[in-house]
């Protein structure tokens, strides 16, 4: 028995299957799930659980003009020991994570690879084994392919591991001695097998419930550091390129709520984290707001920014230099009535919008729910990617905004919007212009590089050299 449910790239179906890798066998539905970083991510529904000592067995660029992987940082502030043997030749990390479930439409071949020196295949999920790694059968027979590509065209090839639905057991997996010790021989194993160059945890909210049925510890923040202290005690763990996927803060202490005032051990295991500096404003705030801004001094509300993370990051001890910037290539909707959104023809920023009416985002039909592996059901999200928007109309295939569409953008967040009258919604979006001055903010702050959510999101490479541009100069 199958079920459908449509988000972005089109219809996901889902099967009816007994699953075990998930503590317990049960009969429940293996849908996609929401991922804070998109507007979605997929599990399989032939997903397959992958043991530490018995694995299952498991040129491409199409454009015409290449914006060059730029030279790295100049910074010389260096504080934390050096984790990793590779490098990535002196050059910014120019990275995005690769959403596997959309490759029938967006194969690994069709990448731009000259464009990037590092990428990152999404997901293997964790299971309630700590030996045990899950990989659903598409993923095992793509990511040899992926990894070959990567490599013939001098690409660093990391797996990630979690996700906004693929956490849920991280807690149960670090929490003892016994059990890091066997995540990290499932970690190795997946790496050896595949012929990995690193790998990307995606553990977002350690100690914070996230999805709503994580295992979730107080010791979480600390068990994860002994975690990948005794990884890098490992001689292939010691060799591999270690990145995470973190928040806008550090990850909370004991109390579940206040962000830890120092990670400087951390930044001494991972090679890099990637700031997720996106998601701050959206369905959920009290008005249209940019769904990533590089600053918010102007914001009616300091709910954060590209800005404020790396100060909070790189004062509770992180490297500033080991700190890449996160970059969406996807955009958030709202329904914003004309009397709210237009003054004298104008657009207004943070106008008041319906959340009765959020509006269908890309793939989306009305009517239709996405469930989550918790079981929990939720309506449109509203998401496009950026080539997306340019599918729905809101933008030409320059990235540019389309005949008929109000657009602003705000110097102050660094954000674009486009509004569309006639449907009564407005877009808020990172455009090639936010791209640029994010890149440009990369070079000032001597960060490391980017990555950006995720590899198939933008359209005719415009984010992408946008952003390679500003770090060649």
């Known amino acids: 028995?199958?079920?459908?449910?449509?988000?972005?790239?089109?219809?996901?179906?889902?099967?009816?299957?007994?699953?075990?890798c998930f503590g317990h066998a049960s009969a429940v539905w293996i849908p996609q799930y929401l991922d804070p970083r998109s507007a979605g991510g997929q599990y399989s529904a032939s997903t397959t659980a992958v043991s530490s000592t018995a694995w299952i067995s498991p040129g491409a660029g199409t454009s015409t003009e290449s914006a060059p992987?730029?030279?790295?940082?100049?910074?010389?502030?260096?504080?934390?020991?050096?984790?990793?043997?590779?490098?990535?030749?002196?050059?910014?990390?120019?990275?995005?994570?690769?959403?596997s479930w959309l490759a029938s439409t967006h194969p690994p071949e069709s990448l731009p690879w000259d464009k990037y020196n590092m990428m990152t295949f999404s997901f293997a999920t964790t299971t309630s084994g700590s030996t045990l790694l899950s990989l659903d059968s598409e993923s095992q027979a793509l990511l040899p392919k992926f990894v070959q590509l990567a490599k013939k065209n001098n690409v660093k090839a990391l797996v990630s591991i979690?996700?906004?639905?693929?956490?849920?057991?991280?807690?149960?997996?670090?929490?003892?001695?016994?059990?890091?010790?066997a995540f990290v021989k499932a970690v190795v194993d997946l790496a050896t097998k595949y012929d990995l160059d690193g790998i990307d945890f995606d553990w977002e909210?350690?100690?914070?419930?996230s999805i709503g049925c994580n295992v979730v510890s107080p010791s979480d923040t600390a068990n994860y550091l002994l975690f990948l202290q005794e990884l890098r005690k490992d001689p292939v763990g010691a060799k591999l390129i270690l990145t995470a996927a973190v928040?806008?803060?550090?990850?909370?202490?004991?109390?579940?709520?206040?962000?830890?005032?120092d990670v400087s051990g951390f930044g001494k295991v991972f090679d890099f984290i990637a700031i997720m500096a996106y998601d701050v404003w959206g369905s959920w705030s009290t008005s249209v707001g940019p769904n990533a801004p590089l600053y918010d001094a102007c914001a009616s509300t300091k709910d954060g920014s590209a800005e404020s993370a790396v100060a909070a990051w790189s004062g509770a001890g992180f490297p500033v230099n080991k700190i890449v910037l996160g970059l969406p290539a996807y955009a958030r909707s709202y329904h914003v009535e004309a009397s709210n959104a237009l003054s004298g023809g104008k657009l207004d920023l943070y106008p008041p919008f319906d959340k009765a009416q959020q509006p269908l985002g890309e793939g989306e039909k009305q009517g239709q729910l996405t469930a989550d592996q918790c079981g929990t059901e939720s309506g449109p999200s509203g998401i496009f990617n950026f080539n997306g928007l340019v599918t729905a109309g809101f933008l030409n295939?320059?990235?540019?905004?389309?005949?008929?569409?109000?657009?602003?953008?705000?110097?102050?967040?660094?954000?674009?919007?486009?509004?569309d009258k006639s449907k009564s919604v407005m877009i808020s979006y990172d455009d090639a212009a936010t791209f640029a001055a994010k890149g440009q903010f990369i070079v000032e702050k001597g960060l490391k590089g980017f990555s950006m959510w995720h590899a198939v999101g933008d359209s005719n490479n415009v984010l992408l050299d946008a952003v390679n541009s500003a770090l060649s100069h």
Not at 8 to 19: D, F, H, I, P, Y
Not at 71 to 96: C, E, H, I, Q, R
Request: aromatic share 12%; glycine share 14%; charged share 10%.
């Open 205 to 209: 909210f350690p100690g914070k419930q």
């Open 69 to 99: 992987v730029p030279a790295s940082p100049t910074s010389t502030s260096t504080t934390g020991s050096s984790t990793s043997n590779s490098t990535l030749d002196g050059k910014y990390v120019a990275s995005a994570w690769y959403p």
């Open 397 to 419: 295939a320059k990235g540019a905004v389309a005949s008929g569409v109000d657009y602003k953008f705000d110097d102050c967040s660094k954000t674009a919007f486009a509004y």
């Open 162 to 181: 979690g996700g906004w639905g693929g956490s849920q057991y991280f807690s149960t997996d670090m929490a003892t001695g016994e059990s890091r010790s």
């Open 247 to 261: 928040g806008l803060t550090p990850w909370v202490g004991q109390d579940g709520t206040t962000p830890v005032t």
């Open 1 to 20: 028995m199958t079920r459908t449910w449509h988000s972005l790239g089109g219809a996901v179906t889902a099967a009816l299957a007994t699953v075990t």
